[in-house]
T-cell receptor, first 113, second 113 residues
Framework: KQEVTQIPAALSVPEGENLVLNCSFT??????LQWFRQDPGKGLTSLLL?????REQTSGRLNASLDKSSGRSTLYIAASQPGDSATYLC????????????FGQGTTLQVKP | GAGVSQSPSNKVTEKGKDVELRCDPI?????LYWYRQSLGQGLEFLIY????????KSGLPSDRFSAERTGGSVSTLTIQRTQQEDSAVYLC???????????FGSGTQLSVL
């Protein structure tokens, strides 16, 4: 059974710092991995989708890497801003070819001005 | 539509009542998913639709929960005889097909008193 773990559960940094969020998964037979952002009281916004054939994806100040063999992904946020404060979730496909996702518990990030 | 739309955004009901939650996916998206997010818990998969059929309903917690999708578009999640433990945010998501990037609605906050 696929399980997804995110470390740390919470993180507080001063504005301008570079930071790394970690995600690990138990079953490496995945075809993609997604990172999402969730603001309080809101739904999820897809940030990056990495296909299993890719090693990393970049969008602006965000860079996500994927190492299938070790069951790990990282989300790197450069030059953090207060507006980056949110909960970040990683997700991998569950069993069967339905596209349903198995989510980690998330990392809640606070960037202080 | 421009995004996944869910209604109502908030629903307060009394224990024992039935509730209906609605999801309007992005136009052209054939895959539709329902998830539940309870306080302090991660996202829990409920059901997956491909078109109007539900090939994976393994996440529905009990027979009080049901869902349907009509016209390959709008979906309704029905909870009968609501219990306090049903209180959660119910999130709907859609994707072009089952294995592509997933887009979420803002959710329905359900409170059972």
């Amino acid at each position: 059974k696929q399980e997804v773990t995110q470390i740390p559960a919470a993180l507080s940094v001063p504005e301008g710092e570079n930071l790394v969020l970690n995600c690990s998964f138990t079953d490496s037979a995945i075809y993609n991995l997604q990172w999402f952002r969730q603001d309080p009281g809101k739904g999820l916004t897809s940030l990056l989708l990495i296909q299993s054939s890719q090693r990393e994806q970049t969008s602006g100040r965000l860079n996500a890497s994927l190492d299938k063999s070790s069951g790990r992904s990282t989300l790197y946020i450069a030059a953090s801003q207060p507006g980056d404060s949110a909960t970040y979730l990683c997700a991998v496909p569950g069993s069967g070819n339905t596209g349903k996702l198995i989510f980690g518990q998330g990392t809640t990030l606070q960037v202080k001005p | 539509g421009a995004g996944v739309s869910q209604s109502p955004s908030n629903k307060v009901t009394e224990k024992g009542k039935d509730v209906e939650l609605r999801c309007d996916p992005i136009s052209g998206h054939t895959a539709l998913y329902w998830y539940r997010q309870s306080l302090g818990q991660g996202l829990e998969f409920l059901i997956y639709f491909q078109g109007n059929s539900a090939p994976d309903k393994s996440g529905l917690p009990s027979d009080r929960f049901s869902a349907e999708r009509t016209g390959g578009s709008v979906s309704t999640l029905t909870i009968q005889r609501t219990q306090q433990e049903d209180s959660a945010v119910y999130l709907c998501a859609s994707s072009i097909q089952g294995t592509s990037q997933m887009f979420f609605g803002s959710g329905t906050q359900l409170s059972v008193l």
